[in-house]
């Protein structure tokens, strides 16, 4: 597998994700995403919300604010409990997490440098912030640590304008914002991520039912989006390790070049949430069920998965190394749905410049293309190997002559004549086939 040093280098030199603030000189736990890389996430993002959404009927989505009411934090614990211990180097003046030190750490010791640590204390791990034009008390507000909060304040309206009976989802993608004491693993643990979650709500006798339903149905979404699944692994929580919410939560993990890692979790959070707001606010969000004539607060099952993170795992997953007559090529071997260009034209010569162009610009109704004439062909192929475009056409001098192009297979590196007038179907069936 491939090791974190070269990926990272790897996505600077290829746009997939930039440090922030680098001309500053960075800002820690924050990072930005390049050209390739917003196309990743973007396609990410598009294949959860067909599968979660648009290929169902019991599943809607909405799109909620970044900050909520400050109550909103209160109800759902985040005020007083979302807390991680933390401890100072009084040294170096690092500062890190107390209960995820590093391997052979000395107890008190930084494991930096060697110096005295402080005792453990409590840090919040929300962003505060102020709403209006003073920055005193009344004014506090906090950026959202998680999205599902307003998925739960939201159930009424929701549920009554969409209609839907139990059991039924809301699903919502968007950023999130966690004051890490320690971010690290590159993308992985940020201070600023994209969340895809969706929170889905049944009767509490079929929970468990439910629970088993999404965890293998998220578990088959990885595997859909081309992550091998021998890097794929389900870790049941043992009783201990449950959050206060929950009845039962699997996590989907995966094999990362530092070690197993969380993906995505699937919880049952029972009724905890709903009841909470319902008690803070004073509003009513039981459900009234016209077939068991009863009213219910309805149980909750949570999928929640990264953006950010999944990118990362896709990352890692597509990259490999191959010798080529005694060269290295590099190749991200993304599944062609997710793959930031998926079709590149390249011109033999620039002579060729405005043929070349124009059967770009019609391919670019139907897939991501793009069109690169910088360097040799040589250089142009290892270029798109590495941002792992599947198929690259080139447009050569006997193009005009026979109205064909050389279509190259990034995986197999085989070529073929191809009809201009066939070429669409051509590359429809193979990304239909993939």
């Known amino acids: 597998m491939v090791d974190m040093e070269t990926l990272v280098s790897l996505c600077k030199r290829r746009g997939f994700v930039f440090q922030s603030s680098e001309i500053y000189g960075g800002i ?5 995403f ?55 180097c009084k040294g170096c003046k690092r500062r890190f997490r107390a209960d995820d030190m590093p391997e052979g750490y000395v107890e008190g010791k930084c494991p930096e440098c060697g110096a005295e640590l402080t005792q453990a204390r409590e840090f919040n791990l929300m962003f505060q912030t102020h709403v209006g034009a003073t920055a005193d008390s009344a004014a506090l507000a ?57 929170e889905f709500f049944c009767h509490a006798d079929e929970s468990e039912k439910w629970h088993e339903y999404w965890i293998e149905e998220r578990f088959n979404w990885f595997k859909a989006i081309g992550v091998k699944p021998e890097g794929l692994r389900l870790r049941p929580h043992d009783q201990g390790e449950l959050a206060h919410y929950a009845k039962g939560c699997t996590d989907v993990e995966y094999q990362m070049p530092f070690g197993w890692s969380e993906m995505e979790g699937i919880a049952n959070r029972t009724d905890y949430d709903l009841n909470n707001h319902m008690r ?35 990352l890692a997953d597509a990259y490999r190394e191959e010798d080529v007559k005694g060269e290295t090529r590099v190749v991200m071997g993304f599944h062609p749905s997710l793959a930031p260009v998926q079709v590149g034209v390249l011109p033999l010569s620039n002579k060729l410049k405005e043929q070349a162009q124009k059967l770009e610009i019609d391919l670019r109704r139907h897939f991501v ?58 590359l429809r069936d193979r990304f239909d086939r993939a």
């Open 142 to 198: 906090y950026m959202r640590p998680e999205t599902c909060q307003s998925i739960f304040t939201q159930f009424r309206n929701v549920q009554g304008v969409s209609r839907k009976k139990l059991p039924f989802g809301i699903a919502q993608i968007g950023k999130a914002f966690r004051n890490e004491i320690t971010p690290r693993n590159f993308i992985f643990r940020s201070r600023e991520f994209e969340q895809m979650e969706m």
């Open 34 to 88: 390049g050209p390739a890389g917003c196309e990743l996430k973007r396609r990410i993002k598009d294949s959860w919300w067909q599968r979660m959404v648009q290929e169902r009927n019991d599943v809607v989505g909405i799109d909620t604010t970044i900050i909520a009411h400050p109550q909103t934090w209160i109800a759902s614990g985040h005020v007083n409990s979302f807390n991680d211990p933390m401890v100072d």
């Open 28 to 32: 820690n736990g924050f990072w930005d």
């Open 280 to 314: 803070e606010s004073g509003k009513d969000l039981a459900y009234y069920d016209d077939q068991r004539k009863e009213k219910v607060v309805p149980y909750v099952i949570e999928t929640s998965v990264g953006v950010d993170r999944t990118a990362l795992a896709v």
């Open 369 to 426: 293309s793009e069109y690169d004439d910088a360097g040799s062909i040589g250089k142009r192929y290892r270029r798109h190997d590495e941002i792992g475009t599947p198929f690259c056409i080139t447009y050569d001098f006997d193009s005009e002559a026979d109205h064909a192009v050389t279509v190259r297979d990034r995986d197999t590196m085989q070529q073929e004549r191809i009809a201009i007038d066939k070429l669409l179907g051509y």
